[in-house]
């Protein structure tokens, strides 16, 4: 039977967001209502943090949720989970980011079976972008696939372009991924970052550079990406609409 595992990558020191982890939704951080939508997607005891920080270790042990340390070191949140992936042993390791508190327990699970059905590849998630300042915003990465979903390219700029600079369709990557044990490690013995995901600031493009196969599941309904305090206090309004 194949294992996997459920690893929510979390990093204190954020440039444009410091101790977003731990910002407050109510009386529940961002970090704990990412962990709620997942353990209701699989057993509890399949759902891990890592983290490099005290504090969010701290603020894990209290509130009951599986944590493991990793070094400081981690260029990416994936090189975070190759870490994990020395001290957790998982055949397939899914990392759901943790700043996407609006992401639904019901499209973690969709993407854990679809991720069972390709075990042995790389997959992504993606979603259909509807304004024109989505597809323009540099915080947003777009989606270029083939016809059977495997990855192109990812971008933060707007594409696909067109010649009038018009916005017709697009999509945009949604940030929860499922990594086979093999390409993990793969990823996480690159020392440093290749060509394109270091001028993309995207980590996924690694996997592509490297010649490894991604591909992508569509969900009907995207999320909202936390980078600022401007989108926390847009997700705490939507929350408090969802109850």
Same mark, same amino acid.
């Given at each position: 039977?194949?294992?996997?595992?459920?690893?929510?990558?979390?990093?204190?020191?954020?440039?444009?967001?410091?101790?977003?982890?731990?910002?407050?939704?109510?009386?529940?951080?961002? $970090?704990?209502?990412?962990?709620e939508r997942?353990?209701?997607?699989?057993?509890?005891?399949?759902?891990?943090?890592?983290?490099?920080?005290?504090?969010? *270790?701290?603020?894990?042990l209290k509130?009951?949720? *599986?944590?493991?340390?990793?070094?400081?070191?981690?260029?990416?949140?994936?090189?975070?989970?190759?870490?994990?992936?020395?001290?957790?042993? /998982?055949?397939?390791?899914?990392?759901?980011?943790?700043?996407?508190?609006?992401?639904?327990?019901?499209?973690?699970?969709?993407?854990?079976?679809?991720?069972? $059905?390709?075990?042995?590849?790389?997959?992504?998630?993606?979603?259909?972008?509807?304004? $024109?300042?989505?597809?323009?915003? $540099?915080n947003v990465?777009?989606?270029?696939?083939?016809?059977?979903?495997?990855?192109?390219?990812?971008? &933060?700029?707007?594409?696909?372009? /067109?010649?009038?600079?018009?916005?017709?369709?697009?999509?945009? *990557?949604?940030?929860?991924?499922?990594?086979?044990?093999?390409?993990?490690?793969?990823?996480?013995?690159?020392?440093?970052?290749?060509?394109?995901?270091?001028?993309?600031?995207?980590?996924?493009? &690694?996997?592509?550079?490297?010649?490894?196969?991604?591909?992508?599941?569509?969900?009907?309904?995207?999320?909202?990406?936390?980078?600022?305090?401007?989108?926390?206090?847009?997700?705490?309004?939507?929350? *408090?609409?969802?109850?």
């Amino acid at each position: 039977m194949t294992k996997v595992v459920i690893v929510i990558p979390a990093r204190y020191q954020s440039s444009r967001f410091p101790g977003k982890p731990l910002y407050l939704f109510g009386k529940k951080t961002m $970090l704990q209502l990412v962990w709620e939508r997942c353990i209701n997607s699989i057993d509890e005891k399949k759902v891990y943090v890592a983290t490099d920080d005290s504090r969010i *270790q701290k603020h894990c042990l209290k509130n009951n949720i *599986q944590v493991v340390m990793t070094s400081k070191n981690c260029k990416t949140g994936t090189d975070r989970i190759y870490e994990f992936s020395k001290k957790v042993k /998982s055949d397939i390791y899914i990392n759901v980011q943790g700043d996407e508190p609006l992401i639904r327990s019901k499209d973690i699970k969709k993407f854990i079976n679809f991720s069972l $059905l390709h075990k042995n590849t790389v997959v992504n998630a993606m979603t259909n972008i509807s304004t $024109l300042k989505e597809f323009k915003s $540099l915080n947003v990465p777009k989606v270029v696939h083939d016809q059977k979903d495997n990855l192109i390219y990812m971008s &933060r700029s707007p594409i696909p372009g /067109s010649k009038d600079n018009s916005f017709s369709k697009a999509k945009k *990557q949604v940030c929860i991924y499922s990594f086979p044990k093999k390409s993990l490690k793969n990823f996480g013995l690159k020392r440093k970052k290749t060509f394109f995901e270091n001028i993309e600031d995207i980590e996924i493009l &690694r996997f592509i550079e490297m010649g490894e196969k991604v591909k992508m599941l569509t969900f009907q309904k995207g999320t909202i990406a936390v980078d600022t305090v401007s989108d926390a206090k847009k997700v705490k309004t939507l929350i *408090q609409n969802e109850k």
